[in-house]
């Protein structure tokens, strides 16, 4: 086992590793920002270092700075997060060189998954089914239009070096299609300096689900169950659940199944998540793999009892799986909101500033992961989370009354939030019913 790991992030989730990191006895470096010197992580670490000034350029992605800082204080293993380095190849690549062990599949693999269109050819041949759409990457309007032509439209234009919902486009017709693919291209050149695009057929009102993989360096490979990540807004998660109203046993097992074929076509190692969409009538297709722990990891810990985290530092030292896909049962509901400081009034706008009150909410089943305090400022250099308030029920009703409570709970002074948000949402007869789909805010709540 390690004995010291760098954490190469900040907020919440860098405080989720030190956490694990403190369940199986392993030494911590949190590494910071000027702007990030009162910060939780760093208080809570056995050592920080300063990497740089507020710009995450300067800081967070200083490659060669977190490098030196893990060098310079003996870490064997650099743990990168969610965002951030966390799909950087070759960072990856780097600590490999640099005799440091990356928490996270290896180099090569997330340099694959990360292209989308090689993603999409790589698990198909394996089988597991893609949204219609191209074979490969589409460089002309022509060709747009053919494909388009042949799969029907709406159609969705998307960057095969895609995240974060960046350079993604809907095309109702032909007319809007030249549009579309141009804004697309010309978005994915400025989020992902890569203007490489591919085109999908629309599902209309999919679900959102995804399996949770853990894959060890022997080959063994299983998937935690699903989650349902349908609540989005602008192709973005607010709550997810775990597990989804929508699978049965049957679908269950097969898109498991499935997952896990996906995943072992990449070799994978670590923890990752494969992503599906669902129709209406019940068929699913692979989007995409992410290659890192999610926001979204904690509904799939209180329904299973695994700490997503512990199994992927274990993975990354060399261990074996802990667990065979027989040991692994979803007991109860979950569900997670994200806490952001955004104004949901003023279309989400972001409500930076110091929070002056800060309680936390409490009682049986109830999980907050924060780096907020009262006093605490909330920069506006990086993301507006300020808490993932988790839950967990017997039942999805319970979850649902016991989510309620927490956040009639939660008190965060100064800022506005996403909280009475989140309210309306668990009030909604739709998703009581778990009536949802991605376009569902937008649809049931004029968002
Ligand atoms: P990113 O990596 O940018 O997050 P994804 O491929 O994971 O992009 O898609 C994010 C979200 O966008 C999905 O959860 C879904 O809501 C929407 N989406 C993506 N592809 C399609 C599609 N073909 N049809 C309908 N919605 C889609």
Same mark, same amino acid.
């Given at each position: 086992?390690?004995?010291?790991?760098?954490?190469?992030?900040?907020?919440?989730?860098?405080?989720?590793?030190?956490?694990?990191?403190?369940? #199986?006895?392993?030494?911590?470096?949190?590494?910071?920002?000027? @702007? +990030?010197?009162?910060?939780?992580?760093?208080?809570?670490?056995?050592?920080?270092?300063?990497?740089?000034?507020?710009?995450?350029?300067?800081?967070?992605?200083?490659?060669?700075?977190?490098?030196?800082?893990?060098?310079?204080?003996?870490?064997?293993?650099?743990?990168?997060?969610?965002?951030?380095?966390?799909?950087?190849?070759?960072f990856a690549e780097l600590c490999e060189?640099?005799?440091?062990?990356?928490?996270?599949?290896?180099?090569?693999?997330?340099?694959?998954?990360?292209?989308?269109?090689?993603?999409?050819?790589?698990?198909?041949?394996?089988?597991?089914?893609?949204?219609? $759409?191209?074979? $490969?990457?589409?460089?002309?309007?022509?060709?747009?239009?053919?494909?388009?032509?042949?799969? $029907?439209?709406?159609?969705?234009?998307?960057?095969? @070096?895609?995240?974060?919902?960046?350079?993604?486009?809907?095309?109702?017709?032909?007319? /809007?299609?030249?549009?579309?693919?141009?804004?697309?291209?010309?978005?994915?050149?400025?989020?992902?300096?890569?203007?490489?695009? !591919?085109?999908? &057929?629309?599902?209309?009102?999919?679900?959102?689900?995804?399996?949770?993989?853990?894959?060890?360096?022997?080959?063994?490979?299983?998937?935690?169950?699903?989650? +349902?990540?349908?609540?989005?807004?602008?192709?973005?998660?607010?709550?997810?659940?775990?597990?989804?109203?929508?699978?049965? /046993?049957?679908?269950?097992?097969k898109m498991g199944a499935t997952a896990?074929?996906?995943?072992?076509?990449?070799?994978?190692?670590?923890?990752?998540?494969?992503?599906?969409?669902? +129709?209406?009538? &019940?068929?699913? !297709?692979?989007?995409?793999?992410?290659?890192?722990?999610?926001?979204?990891?904690?509904?799939?810990?209180?329904?299973?009892? *695994?700490?997503?985290?512990?199994?992927?530092?274990?993975?990354?030292?060399?261990?074996?799986?802990?667990? /065979?896909?027989?040991?692994?049962?979803?007991?109860?509901? @979950?569900?997670?909101?994200?806490?952001?400081?955004?104004?949901?009034?003023?279309?989400?706008?972001?409500?930076?500033?110091?929070?002056?009150?800060?309680?936390?909410?409490? $009682?049986?089943?109830?999980?907050?992961?924060?780096?907020?305090?009262?006093?605490?400022? *909330?920069?506006?250099? !990086?993301?507006?989370?300020?808490?993932?308030?988790?839950?967990?029920?017997?039942?999805?009703?319970?979850?649902?009354?016991?989510?309620?409570?927490?956040? #009639?709970?939660?008190?965060?002074?100064?800022?506005?939030?996403? *909280?009475?948000?989140?309210?309306?949402?668990?009030?909604?007869?739709?998703?009581?019913?778990?009536?949802?789909?991605?376009?569902?805010?937008?649809?049931?709540?004029?968002?």
């Amino acid at each position: 086992m390690f004995a010291k790991i760098l954490i190469a992030n900040r907020g919440e989730i860098a405080i989720r590793i030190i956490r694990a990191c403190r369940d #199986l006895g392993i030494a911590t470096v949190a590494v910071y920002s000027q @702007a +990030d010197k009162t910060s939780m992580h760093v208080s809570m670490a056995d050592q920080a270092i300063c990497i740089g000034s507020a710009p995450a350029s300067q800081s967070y992605l200083n490659i060669s700075n977190i490098i030196a800082a893990a060098k310079n204080t003996g870490a064997d293993a650099i743990h990168p997060g969610y965002g951030f380095l966390a799909e950087n190849a070759y960072f990856a690549e780097l600590c490999e060189t640099n005799d440091i062990k990356f928490i996270g599949p290896k180099s090569n693999v997330i340099e694959l998954m990360g292209d989308k269109v090689k993603a999409r050819e790589l698990v198909s041949s394996e089988g597991v089914p893609l949204v219609p $759409g191209s074979a $490969g990457a589409v460089e002309s309007f022509a060709r747009a239009a053919q494909i388009a032509d042949a799969i $029907g439209y709406p159609v969705m234009i998307k960057a095969s @070096a895609g995240g974060g919902g960046k350079g993604m486009r809907l095309a109702h017709s032909r007319n /809007a299609l030249e549009e579309a693919l141009n804004m697309a291209k010309m978005e994915a050149k400025g989020a992902f300096g890569n203007d490489e695009v !591919y085109i999908e &057929k629309y599902i209309e009102e999919p679900r959102h689900i995804e399996f949770q993989i853990l894959g060890d360096e022997f080959g063994n490979m299983i998937h935690l169950g699903e989650r +349902d990540c349908s609540l989005q807004r602008r192709n973005q998660k607010l709550l997810e659940e775990a597990p989804s109203c929508m699978l049965d /046993a049957e679908l269950r097992e097969k898109m498991g199944a499935t997952a896990v074929t996906a995943a072992r076509a990449a070799n994978y190692t670590s923890a990752g998540t494969i992503e599906f969409l669902v +129709d209406r009538d &019940k068929n699913y !297709y692979f989007i995409e793999m992410n290659t890192r722990i999610q926001v979204e990891h904690p509904v799939t810990e209180m329904v299973t009892g *695994i700490d997503i985290v512990k199994e992927q530092i274990r993975i990354a030292a060399g261990e074996k799986l802990s667990i /065979a896909q027989s040991d692994v049962n979803v007991n109860g509901w @979950a569900i997670e909101c994200r806490i952001n400081a955004e104004d949901p009034d003023r279309n989400f706008m972001p409500s930076p500033g110091q929070i002056t009150e800060y309680w936390c909410p409490g $009682g049986p089943g109830v999980r907050v992961d924060s780096s907020a305090y009262s006093g605490y400022t *909330i920069s506006p250099y !990086y993301d507006s989370m300020i808490a993932k308030l988790i839950v967990w029920g017997r039942t999805r009703a319970e979850a649902i009354e016991r989510m309620r409570r927490a956040l #009639l709970e939660f008190q965060v002074g100064n800022v506005q939030t996403t *909280i009475p948000f989140h309210l309306q949402v668990l009030d909604n007869a739709f998703f009581q019913k778990g009536e949802v789909y991605t376009n569902f805010i937008q649809r049931r709540m004029g968002g």
